[in-house]
């Protein structure tokens, strides 16, 4: 077995489009209400403030690092933030693997290791993802920016 994974994703908080598009648009809003403000009023100094916290904030997240996938071994290996566990989901269980649409709404939480009603979703970003099937029924949902390359090296690992 080799130790060199077939597949790595790193997945970071702050690089969705839309996320970033409401920060902007926040900041832009403190930034205008200040300049419409009278010099007089004592509070409008902290329009500025907030202003800039919303823009160092958002570029912060833009390098927290949400969570990382790695195929290898005959497994996928999800681990996150520093207090998250490694999560291991074994091939050899699983009977159906399949790329799709992670979800029908244009606006989505990022969630690691969420189960509900039977399934079992990673999400950072992006509209597509793995659906894995197991031998138990439980179904996996994996989200991923390189959905095909993504879907390509599980199917290698398979077949070993």
Known sequence: MSDKPAFI???????EFIPITIRLVLAMFCFAAYFFTDERERN????????????????????LLHFRIRVQNKSILIDGLWTTRLVKIDLN??????????????FNNPVYNLHTKGTIKFYTAGNEAIHLTDRDGLLYIIGSQQANEFLRA?????KK
């Open 9 to 15: 994703e790193k997945q970071y908080l702050g690089r």
């Open 44 to 63: 409008g100094n902290l329009l500025v403030v907030v202003g800039f916290a919303i823009i160092i904030i958002s570029i912060i997240l833009g390098f």
């Open 93 to 106: 269980s699983i009977v159906k693997v399949e790329k799709g649409q992670y979800s029908k709404y244009l």
């Open 154 to 158: 599980i199917k290698e690992e398979m």
